[in-house]
């Protein structure tokens, strides 16, 4: 059952999320992981994410995001899913899936509390529109449209402002990638439209994790990131934006049985 007393006003919301393969079925131009440019693409076996799962305390992130890329393209998906809690213990799960082989894992998908289904119109509009006819009700949908919906990766919002990275709401937001970790969830797509070397932006998980990641600065790349970031209210942005997660994750848990029991009866 989760639990929630943890949940104070002034508490930030921490995130780690665990991009288990970069590969994906879609080449969306606007990616934020910057999959179409990626070259170097690999998927982490669970091995390894048994390996990093040590470095990590119980519950030293409340929320854990498992993406990619596409993550049900994964050739481990299914015991990812099975070991998932017990390797990242946490408060609440997510998943990010364009849904090419949702339907596969329908009752391995049960680990997690929320699944964040994209629509991208004319890529995936018969799977989207298979699994939202299920009803499953830990699934919320999301239609992406370039330059609608989906964010201007090439737009650079920050360049006159300071003190960005620590204003940013995404600065609790970690994101493992190929076994290193980054100080944010945006930096490696950046890296590669801004030229930037990831042993500059990124650190290896293992003991000193921690104190390496504060070493980093992305403060020079924070200037052209695409996601605006309010530096005079950054405290109400903040306080903000954890207020919503926990409104979330409070909605989540009255589902937690529900979906269980309609998911069930799907299989």
Known sequence: MLRFKWLCFWKPVKYLELVITDFCNLKCRLCSQGVPLQKDKREMSLKELVRISKFFKHYEFD???ISGGEPTLHSQFREICDNLKELFPAYFYRLATNGCLLEKYLENVLVFDQIDLSNYPGKNDGVYSRIVNLKIPNIYTFKKE?????????????????????????????????????????????????????????????????ENLEKISIETYCKRCWIGVDTENHILSMRKFSRNIRRSLSERKSLYKKKKILLNRLL
């Open 63 to 65: 929320v854990i995001k």
């Open 146 to 210: 370039d330059y609608i919906q989906m964010m201007d990766i090439y737009q650079e919002k920050n360049l006159d402002k300071t003190n960005i990275f620590n204003s940013c709401i995404n600065r609790n937001i970690k994101k493992i990638i190929q076994s290193r970790i980054y100080p944010c969830c945006n930096i490696f797509g950046q890296s590669f439209r801004q030229n930037i070397s990831q042993n500059k932006i990124s650190v290896s998980v293992d003991n000193n994790w921690r």
